[in-house]
């Protein structure tokens, strides 16, 4: 049974840095793609970035290129999120998500991901 653990949410000011960890357990496949969305009560979970754990690509949202790093560790089933310049639009609960078999195109896609960790918070204050 797969499971996906995340840790490191919490409340920083505005133009501050964070960092999120994300473990996965029961990983059997040999394609391993781990991601972060994020979402706001009342809208839609939205992608912030993924990494092919294998060979170590990485996709990220517009909102966060240059500000957003994700880095991953396929010997441990991890993957990280390293956030800096935060702004009050990055607030929102994030969810580390994995699916061994997602197609690039498919990457930035809620749907396309069968595993979801339960979600940190991460609150930006003005």
């Known amino acids: 049974q797969v499971q996906l653990v995340e840790s490191g949410g919490g409340l920083v000011q505005a133009g501050g840095s964070l960092s999120l960890s994300c473990v996965a357990s029961?990983?059997?496949?040999?394609?391993?793609?781990m991601a972060w969305f994020r979402q706001v009560p009342g809208k839609e979970r939205e992608f912030v970035a993924a990494?092919?754990?294998?060979?170590?690509?990485?996709y990220y949202a517009d909102s966060v290129k240059g500000r957003f790093t994700i880095a991953g560790n396929n010997a441990k089933n991890a993957v990280s999120l390293q956030m800096s310049s935060l702004n009050t639009e990055d607030t929102a609960g994030y969810y580390c998500?994995?699916?061994?078999?997602?197609?690039?195109?498919?990457?930035?896609?809620?749907?396309?991901?069968?595993?979801w960790g339960q979600g940190t918070q991460v609150t930006v204050a003005s």
């Open positions: 998500t994995y699916d061994p078999a997602i197609i690039t195109s498919s990457i930035p896609n809620q749907s396309g991901y069968r595993y």
């Open positions: 029961g990983l059997t496949h040999s394609r391993r793609t």
């Open positions: 990494i092919r754990l294998n060979g170590g690509h990485t």
